[in-house]
């Protein structure tokens, strides 16, 4: 885990650094040797246990399993899930949602208690999660969100201390070897070549994203956008038509969610 030539690989751009997942490519190769047949069907079981980890989350936040049931289904089956199942090297999408997915689930099961076994459980998924794919990182808000959505209100001072202080640790462990093995702790660049091009960017790319879930078309295998250099740009690109005709049926969807969370 510490040997960047062994088990980190060159991004087009960046080096990256997802340790867990080549793990799961060496497991994959004791078994299918070079048949890409096998990997497929690793990500193709991989993408239906984090379809069933979404219906147990949503089923437990929500309290209305139809709706649950239909959220995990669109999820599951969404166009843009595509090449987290077809392309092998996303692998590392499918795994750190397996792993982000249980440690949520098994935090909030516990969260009254918040035993010791469980919270080193759920610190050890989140670990692997961030070692699969750098955006797991987020897992923490993520448990975060869930806990106050169940909850209807802040969690308590008991998760604090001894949830989130230790997650919050491990996270920091994990960047901290994460960026030592890369070697870029002292050589981390913007990629708009500052921070508020890049924050810019963040921004409008996510409103990009999210048009994609409500109009999934001319999807790609990887998206390259270009810089926003002005705060004056939109931050959600225009959706045509036909999609803007879909949002408000859209709206009463995402009322009923958040009307059950309260």
């Known amino acids: 885990f ?10 087009w751009r960046d080096p990256i ?7 799961s490519f060496a497991l994959d ?17 991989l993408h239906c246990i ?27 089956a969404h166009p843009a899930q595509v090449d987290a199942v077809a392309w092998i090297s996303s692998r590392g999408v499918s ?18 208690k918040l035993r010791t076994p469980t ?3 759920v610190c050890a998924l989140s670990a692997l999660a961030a070692f699969t794919y750098e955006a797991a990182f987020i897992v923490p808000a993520l448990l975060f969100l869930a806990h106050a959505i169940e909850r209807g209100r ?3 001072k008991l998760a604090w201390r001894r949830l989130y202080a230790p997650l919050a640790a491990v996270g920091v462990v994990c960047f901290v070897i994460r960026s030592e093995t890369l070697g870029e702790i002292s050589s981390m660049d913007f990629w708009g070549d500052g921070a508020a091009p890049t924050l810019l960017t963040a921004v ?23 810089l926003t250099l002005s705060p004056a740009a939109p931050p959600f690109p225009p959706l045509p038509l036909p999609s803007s005709l879909l949002l408000p049926s859209v709206v009463p969807l995402f009322s009923n969610v958040f009307l059950s969370c309260g």
């Open 2 to 11: 510490a040997d960047p030539d062994t088990i980190a690989s060159h991004h």
């Open 119 to 121: 919270v080193a459980c």
């Open 154 to 156: 802040l969690p308590p």
């Open 95 to 112: 795994l750190s949602a397996v792993f982000g997915l249980l440690a949520i689930l098994l935090a909030l099961r516990d969260s009254e």
């Open 17 to 23: 650094y997802r340790p867990a997942r080549t793990v």
């Open 204 to 226: 409008t790319t996510l409103g990009r994203y999210a048009k994609l879930l409500l109009l999934p078309v001319h999807l790609k295998n990887e998206y390259i956008y270009p």
């Open 50 to 76: 984090v379809g069933i980890l979404v219906w147990r989350l949503f089923s437990r936040l929500l309290k209305r399993p139809g709706l649950a049931f239909f959220l995990a289904a669109l999820f599951v």
């Open 29 to 45: 190769y004791a078994i299918y040797g070079r048949n890409p047949a096998g990997y497929r069907l690793t990500n193709l079981l």
